[in-house]
């Protein structure tokens, strides 16, 4: 690489970059911070009722008693392997359909009516049913997670291959590709930013499904972990979960950010 | 001059549910080796039909195609189509884009081909550009990178769909230059479709006026100017003329 004498605009230029970041970065903190301490000032002070709100304190010692008598462990670990197992089950099958879908356009056609039912449904609504048939616990969570968003990655994937230009198209066809090469040397790879905003959707979206599934029917998770506390009312334990599900879904987003900077669009 | 692709009393209906579309009505023309020839005509009129017939893309309703006096084939190997945009893969490397048509036909081993792409790549400057993506490209590079895939092919006929409509100006009379010379260099033969009608008289030894829908071939100009580029052609005393009668048959 050449070095390059930039103005000194340049260095000002670069110098106010680096202030607004780290201004944004100071404001992050700030934020919360002060949203921990007001809640900690306020619940002691009496504003607010710790029953019904808990504190800062009052979790931090929930998540110490849970550790140690080894049961946070285990809903953690339950609600993770049943989110980051939908999640995957629903991208790889979702996929799978979409492709299927753009490969024949008649089989596009059939399914289109239903695809739009699926998506304006409630799954939840199909929660007792779910239950009826693979059993309360770990299967049925993981079958509605899949449920969730299997549909959004089918439909967004869909779009996704469609919208891949014609004219693109025609060169493959004018250079005699079949349609398998056409699918795997243009539609995918077209398709890849696509399927990361996807990923980063169903991130989100899997966690839903993963707590509703526990809501349902469970003996495990953080999603029982919500209901439990809700029921014998002590909410020290459902604001704990909550704040666990936070760490734990901002993790997966973290996960797949990268894959973003690494295929940008 | 020698026939080398010829269209006789073709024929071409596109269908839709409300109606029936004629395209083009009993189109005959021909163009000899090695000759450029450009398709004007007023927009709409099917010129890009034409194309795509050529191409194998869509085939005659009615009439034949004909090149080097063999009827042409789906996926006929003899033609080479570029199209408005450079329609590069922004994931590829230019190299990779180059080697694409190779690829498919899984011809990437074969090493006279390869060989091939290297040398057309040196020749025209861009192979220290070899392992960069596409958006590192100016358009004008693009724009020889999207020939240079077409000719990795080593089609005998090119077809050229408004190649420089997506480009400034400016780049648009560079590349220009740079694609006839590329063309004429390499000895193949083009048929160029534009709307534009500077660039037509520009580059072509032959100009077919089209009718507008159903396109028939309304009249056949040869053209002779002095000078060995497009550029330089454009100053020939006779091309603002021929400017005006195209523009007059047109309208």
Redesign the interface.
């Known amino acids: 690489m050449k070095k390059i004498n930039y103005s000194k605009a340049h260095a000002r230029y670069l110098k106010k970059l680096k202030k607004e970041k780290a201004l944004v970065a100071f404001w992050q903190i700030f934020v919360f911070i002060a949203f921990l301490g007001i809640w900690e000032l306020f619940s002691s002070v009496g504003v607010l009722d710790p029953f019904f709100f808990s504190s800062p304190s009052r979790i931090a010692t929930t998540l110490a008693t849970l550790a140690s008598s080894g049961n946070l462990w285990i809903h953690i670990w339950t609600s993770l392997y049943e989110t980051v197992l939908g999640f995957i089950i629903a991208i790889v099958l979702g996929t799978i359909i979409a492709i299927l879908l753009w490969w024949s356009e008649r089989l596009r056609k059939i399914f289109e009516p239903y695809l739009i039912i699926l998506n304006s449904l409630p799954k939840i609504a199909l929660g007792p049913l779910i239950v009826l048939w693979v059993g309360s616990g770990t299967g049925a969570t993981i079958v509605m997670c899949v449920l969730i968003c299997i549909i959004i990655t089918t439909m967004s994937m869909l779009g996704a291959f469609i919208s891949c230009?014609q004219?693109?198209i025609?060169?493959?066809?004018?250079?005699?590709?079949n349609k398998f090469?056409i699918l795997f040397?243009?539609i995918l790879?077209?398709s890849?930013p696509e399927f990361i905003s996807v990923l980063k959707i169903n991130v989100g979206l899997s966690w839903v499904g993963t707590v509703m599934g526990e809501y349902l029917s469970s003996k495990a998770g953080l999603g029982y972990l919500i209901n439990y506390g809700s029921q014998m009312l002590q909410l020290d334990i459902v604001m704990t979960s909550i704040v666990l599900l936070c760490v734990l879904a901002g993790g997966m987003y973290l996960c797949v950010c990268p894959l973003e900077k690494r295929?940008p669009k | 001059m020698e026939k080398f692709l010829e269209f006789k009393d073709v024929s071409y209906f596109y269908q839709t549910k409300e109606s029936e579309i004629h395209a083009l009505d009993r189109l005959s023309f021909d163009i000899g080796s090695c000759e450029f020839a450009s398709l004007v005509g007023p927009s709409g009129c099917g010129k890009t039909t034409i194309l795509s017939l050529v191409?194998g893309?869509l085939s005659a309703s009615e009439g034949e195609i004909l090149l080097d006096g063999k009827k042409i084939e789906k996926?006929d190997?003899r033609?080479?189509?570029m199209?408005?945009?450079d329609?590069l893969?922004e994931?590829r490397t230019i190299w990779q884009n180059i080697t694409?048509?190779l690829?498919?036909?899984k011809k990437k081993k074969d090493e006279k081909m390869l060989a091939l792409c290297e040398e057309l790549l040196k020749k025209y400057d861009l192979y220290n550009f070899k392992n960069k993506k596409p958006r590192q490209l100016s358009g004008g590079m693009r724009q020889r990178v999207a020939l240079i895939r077409t000719l990795a092919?080593q089609p005998q006929l090119l077809l050229l769909d408004e190649p420089f409509s997506a480009l400034d100006f400016q780049t648009r009379l560079k590349v220009c230059d740079d694609v006839f010379e590329i063309i004429k260099n390499e000895k193949k033969t083009a048929l160029l479709v534009t709307h534009d009608i500077s660039e037509a008289l520009s580059m072509s030894d032959k100009v077919i006026i089209l009718s507008s829908r159903p396109a028939s071939v309304k009249e056949v100009m040869k053209l002779n100017f002095e000078g060995s580029t497009p550029l330089k052609k454009r100053e020939d005393k006779d091309f603002g003329k021929n400017f005006d009668k195209i523009w007059r048959n047109l309208t």
Request: no cysteine.
């Open positions: 230009e004219d693109k025609m060169l493959m066809k004018s250079m005699h590709a090469q040397k243009l790879p077209h890849l295929y | 191409a893309l996926n190997s033609i080479g189509y199209f408005q945009r329609q893969f994931w694409l048509g690829e498919i036909q092919l």
